[in-house]
Every structure is written in C-alpha cells, then in structure tokens.
C-alpha cells in the first residue's frame, strides 16, 4: 500500500507501489504457497496473470477467484494456460468456466471456511491471498488470517474513495482486529511490515 494506505487510484486503477526489492520478495513470497486467490474485483481491475514467468502449469501456485456472482470473462489472463485455477462462485450460480475447477458454495456469500476445507481436501494446505481490499476484508471478518505482511511504499496517493488493504463494511469502535507486529523490514524506498492476530 502507499504511505496513506492505499492500494491503488481513486478510479480503482492500479499503481506502482512496491520497490525493486519488495517485487522480488512479492515473487519469492508467491512461491511458497500452494495457491494464490484474489477477489474478481481485481480480476476485473487489473487483469492479472497470478503467475511466476520462470514456472508453467505443473509448478506454478493454484490460482483461485472469489467470483459470486460470475462476472469473471471468458478471456481473463486468470484462466490462461499458465497455471491452474479453480473458480469460487455461489451454490445457485450456474456460470461455467474453462478452469481446472468450480467450487460452488454458500448461499448469500462465499461461505469462506468450507472452501478452505474443500481445497485442503484437494491438497492445497495454504493460500496467499493477494486482494483487493474487499476479499482481504472478508477473510479477517471470518478470522481466516494467519498472517498480515504489507509492504508500505514511499508513495501518497490520496482519495477517500481509493480502495485500501481491508475495505469492506469495517467494524463499529471499539471493534476492529487486534495485530501483534511480528517484523519490520526496510526495502528500498519502503517498509515490509509483518503482523500476526494477537491471541
Ligand atoms: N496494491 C495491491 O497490492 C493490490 C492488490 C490487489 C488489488 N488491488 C486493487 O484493489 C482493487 C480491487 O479491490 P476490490 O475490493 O474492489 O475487489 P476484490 O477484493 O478483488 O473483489 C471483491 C469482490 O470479490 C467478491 N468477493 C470477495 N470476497 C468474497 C466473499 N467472502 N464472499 C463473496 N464474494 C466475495 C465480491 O464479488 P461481487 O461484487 O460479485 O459480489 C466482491 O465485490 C483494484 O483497484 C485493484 O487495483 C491492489
């Protein structure tokens, strides 16, 4: 995020934050998790491939999308050949993609936690999620975080309507999710934070 807390443009647009030094930790991070799940926001902001150049279909991180209501198109860069991607959509959403597999669960709302037991059933043990604010959200508002890392860039972008790390519907004070800082790490023109729920 930038320095005012946000992660990307007033009109949603995305924006280079990250040093040198936070893009190959961001890379170097993505290689040690068995998937990788953004929300279909982002798919639909940024288009983004989720991928590592140097892997292919077989050793590439599963790519997973949050898409309730199946607004991800058929030409997404998300469901191109090179990796896996399981799609996550409503139980009464009949969309079908061209993906390795559907998940449907939850009426209303992704009912994140059975999605997190269907893909430990497919062996996928951990899961990066990368954003946006709304899917970051979710899963703290499930207490589905194990760990928070942000990397927070030397970088004012403004805006109160600018999407930041964990949108969504926020909680009334004194609410709010309690974090222990676990690490701060300087990386070139920014600050790596780690932080972890305080028990
Ligand atoms: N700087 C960065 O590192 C970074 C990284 C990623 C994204 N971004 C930015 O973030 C912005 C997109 O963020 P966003 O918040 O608009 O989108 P998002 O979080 O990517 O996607 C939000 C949508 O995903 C679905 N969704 C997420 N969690 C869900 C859940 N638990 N249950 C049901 N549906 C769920 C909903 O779809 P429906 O609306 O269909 O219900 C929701 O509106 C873009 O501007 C992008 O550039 C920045």
Redesign the pocket.
Known sequence: ?SADGK???PD????S?SSDEDKARAKGLRRKYDAIL??????L??D?HLTLKDLDYDTNPIRIV????G?TPDDALVLDERAPTIMVT?EDCDREWDCEETLRT?KD??D?EAMLEELAEMGVENVLV??????????FE?GLVDRYTVFVGGLVIGGSGS?T?C??DGWAAPGGVRMSLKDCEVLGNGALLTFEPAR
């Not at 949603?12 to 924006?15: D, G, H, I, K, L």
């Not at 949050?66 to 209501?69: E, F, R, V």
């Not at 990368?130 to 899963?139: D, L, N, P």
């Open positions: 995020m992660i990307a443009g949603r647009t995305q924006v934050i953004v929300g279909v926001g982002t798919v902001a940024d983004p949050l898409d309730p209501h607004r409503l939850g709302s992704i994140l990368e954003g946006g604010g709304r899917t970051i959200a979710s899963f499930a999407p790390p949108d969504g």
